[in-house]
């Protein structure tokens, strides 16, 4: 099959629309709440309300969190460019203009894509226009989310929630958490289930929020649940533990957020990068994309370097969000992508304020924010180490017993 490296037509539109919000509506808002943390972005409620009637008018295919539905019927032999792709593409484009502003936007919580994952059609109804944020790591552990020690409990037509959450991304703003508990500790990963719990339900309490190094317009909550009653419907997926399939389901998500997580690094990437050439033409370096880069001078040469892993990174990103479309496993893609786009997403940023010397160091420009900002998508949603270590046991075929 032959490769299209061209943008789909059909989402540029979409895409011309979000880059605009991006330049209009985030970034003059962006500093203010980058040095106002904890404070919600008022400004987003308008942005968000834009953004529901465009998916309600069927304008908009799946621009944003909650977009990453697997269609299943579709016809297998059509080749799509679906909510996927035009997920990863906007949210790129909304980047561009602010990471941790597109974190708090009303609505596309991260728990929103894993309700659009994995809940059956009765609950995408109940759950409908819900913000949704998601709470699987604890104190004890982060990367390795088998340890969890939240318990659910069945009692009559309630789970019963025990535990703390830390790092819940929306967890103060969100009117709903989807947590990640297990049914019974001593039949490990194939325990683990998620749960839709809303705000306001007894036993769940906002402990604190974080202080932090960048995405500082993000909320980031420590939520505890004790005795927590969450009617058994809220349950996501299968009731059933099914020790064969394992993590299967649970893991499922991150297909299909992996590839979002990655986007918004290549967003702010991208951002560094638009502006670190402005920025060094006006200072004089001539940059040729045309030729060699060992025949340029050193800034022009280090500067199309990144641009290359921009590429790469961006390119692995459609590819992984275009196989959820096509419904084609995607796994590794979405872990490479993830692995690829974190990482450049610091190197460049980082690269660009060191390019720009102090004017990159200094407040007056937003480089320096978004060398902090680009960090943490380099961690969440399992960070550099733990997606390398996913593609070697995929490329390997190691299980993860085999591969730690
Ligand atoms: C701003 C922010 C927002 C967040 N939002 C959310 C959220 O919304 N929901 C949520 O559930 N969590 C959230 N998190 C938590 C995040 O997902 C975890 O921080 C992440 O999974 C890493 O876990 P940890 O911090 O405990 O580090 P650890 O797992 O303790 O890892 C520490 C270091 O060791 C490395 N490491 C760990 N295991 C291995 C291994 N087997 N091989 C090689 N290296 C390894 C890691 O890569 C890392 O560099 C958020 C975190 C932050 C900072």
Wanted: hydrophobic share 40%.
């Amino acid at each position: 099959m032959a490769i299209n490296l061209e943008d789909p037509k059909k989402f540029r539109a979409l895409v011309g629309q979000a880059h605009q919000v991006a330049m209009n509506m985030l970034r003059p808002i962006s500093r203010k709440y980058d040095l106002a943390e904890h404070e919600y972005p008022k400004e987003l409620d308008m942005l968000a309300a834009m953004i529901d009637g465009l998916s309600e008018s069927g304008a908009s295919e799946g621009a944003g969190a909650a977009g990453v539905r697997r269609d299943e019927n579709g016809d297998d032999k059509t080749v799509k460019n679906g909510a996927n792709l035009a997920s990863v593409m906007s949210i790129a484009e909304m980047c561009w203009g602010d990471v941790g502003l597109l974190l708090s936007m009303p609505r596309q919580g991260l728990g929103n894509s894993a309700i659009a994952s994995v809940a059956d059609d009765e609950q995408l109804k109940r759950f409908d226009g819900v913000w949704a944020g998601m709470a699987i790591t604890e104190p004890e552990f982060g990367s390795d989310s088998a340890q969890i020690k939240t318990t659910a409990v069945k009692d009559g037509d309630h789970y019963v929630l025990n535990g703390e959450k830390i790092f819940v991304t929306s967890g103060d703003r969100a009117d709903h958490i989807v947590v990640w508990a297990t049914l019974d500790k001593e039949l490990g990963r194939a325990a683990i289930k998620s749960f839709v719990v809303a705000k306001g339900t007894p036993g769940m309490t906002v402990e604190r929020l974080e202080h932090k190094l960048g995405i500082r317009a993000s909320d980031t909550a420590t939520i505890r649940f004790e005795n927590c009653r969450v009617p058994a419907e809220n349950l996501l997926g299968s009731p059933e533990i099914d020790t064969k399939q394992g993590f299967a389901g649970a893991m499922a998500t991150f297909d299909n957020t992996r590839p979002l997580v990655a986007s918004m690094a290549v967003g702010c990437a991208r951002a560094s990068l638009d502006l670190t050439r402005d920025l060094l033409q006006q200072a004089g370096v001539e940059i040729d994309y045309d030729r060699p880069a060992h025949t340029q001078s050193a800034a022009a040469a280090r500067f199309l370097q990144m641009e290359a892993d921009w590429e790469a990174a961006y390119l692995l990103t459609l590819q992984a969000a275009w196989m959820a479309d096509n419904r084609k496993p995607n796994s590794l893609e979405a872990s490479m992508a993830k692995a690829k786009a974190g990482r450049v997403g610091s190197d460049i940023t980082l690269g660009c304020v060191e390019l720009c010397g102090h004017v990159g160091y200094s407040e007056t420009e937003l480089l320096e924010k978004w060398a902090r900002d680009s960090k943490i998508l380099d961690i969440f949603e399992g960070t550099q180490q733990i997606q390398q270590l996913i593609v070697a046991r995929r490329v390997l075929g190691l299980s993860s017993a085999e591969l730690k």
